[in-house]
C-alpha cells in the first residue's frame, strides 16, 4: 500500500475552509484517495474518495495534484462540529480485494 | 440512511473472560470488515468476508480470536481468554463489494479488560 503522509494537528477558525493536506508520493496509478474522518469515541465517517480528477459531495471537496503524489481536502466553511481525526487513505488491495490502512490522521480543532 | 449496527456498545470485562461483539451489516452489502483500534492510533485490520467466507485473518491472533459470519449476514467476533492488551475499540465495516466500494463503518465496541 501506498503510505500517506499527513501533519499530526491543525487548527481552524469556525466558518473559515479547513484545507487538510496529505501527501502520497508512491501512490500507485489504479489507487483511489480515500478520506475518513473519526469524531471522538465514534466509528470512522466517510467523507470523500477520488482517482485523478477533483470530486466535491455535499461534506467536502477533494483536490489531487495532476501527478496525484498529494490531495487536499477542503471543509469549506468549518463548524464546532467538524472537530476530529481526519484519515487520508490511499486504498490497497490484499488477496480479498480491498483494504484500508490507516495511518495517524490529522486532528482538527476548529475553534469559535 | 442505512447503517452498520454493532452491540453492545461498551464491555467491560476481567482478564481470562471470554468476550462477543456483535456486527449487522447494511443490508445487501456482501463483504464485511472487523478492525481493531487501540487509543490514538488508526484502525487495523482484523478479518474480512466476502459473504460467509473468510477471506482475509491475516492479522487475526487465532490463537483467541474468531470470528463468523453463518449466514452471510450478521456477524460475531470473540476474544478467549481476554487479555488486557485487547483493551481497543473493535470496528465493524461493511461494502457492497470487496474490490471497489465504499466502506461503511459502525459506531464500534469499546472493550475495556481489567
Known amino acids: 500500500d501506498a503510505k500517506t503522509t499527513q501533519p499530526p494537528s491543525m487548527d481552524c477558525a469556525e466558518g473559515r475552509a479547513a484545507n487538510l493536506p496529505c501527501n502520497h508520493s508512491t501512490i500507485s496509478g489504479n489507487e483511489y484517495v480515500y478520506w475518513y474522518r473519526q469524531i471522538h469515541s465514534q466509528g470512522p465517517q466517510y467523507i470523500i474518495h477520488?482517482?485523478?480528477n477533483n470530486e466535491t459531495n455535499e461534506m467536502a471537496s477533494l483536490i489531487i495534484t495532476e501527478d496525484r503524489k498529494s490531495s487536499t481536502l477542503i471543509l469549506p466553511h468549518a463548524t464546532l462540529r467538524d472537530t476530529a481525526v481526519y484519515y487520508c487513505?490511499?486504498?490497497?488491495?490484499?488477496?480479498?480485494?480491498?483494504?484500508?490502512?490507516f495511518g495517524g490522521g490529522t486532528r482538527l480543532m476548529v475553534k469559535p | 440512511e442505512a447503517e452498520v449496527a454493532q452491540s453492545p456498545r461498551y464491555k467491560i470485562t476481567e482478564k481470562s473472560q471470554a468476550v462477543a461483539f456483535w456486527c449487522d451489516p447494511i443490508s445487501g452489502h456482501a463483504t464485511l470488515y472487523w478492525y481493531r483500534q487501540i487509543l490514538g492510533q488508526g484502525p487495523e485490520l482484523l478479518v474480512q468476508f466476502q459473504d460467509e467466507s473468510v477471506v482475509d485473518d491475516s492479522q487475526l491472533p487465532k490463537d483467541r480470536f474468531s470470528a463468523e459470519r453463518l449466514k452471510g449476514v450478521d456477524s460475531t467476533l470473540k476474544i478467549q481468554p481476554a487479555e488486557l492488551g485487547d483493551s481497543a475499540m473493535y470496528l465493524c465495516?461493511?461494502?457492497?463489494?470487496?474490490?471497489?466500494?465504499?466502506?461503511?463503518f459502525g459506531p464500534g465496541t469499546r472493550l475495556t479488560v481489567l
Open positions: 465495516a461493511s461494502s457492497s463489494q470487496a474490490g471497489t466500494d465504499t466502506q461503511y
Open positions: 487513505i490511499v486504498r490497497g488491495y490484499n488477496n480479498a480485494g480491498n483494504m484500508l490502512t
Open positions: 477520488g482517482l485523478k
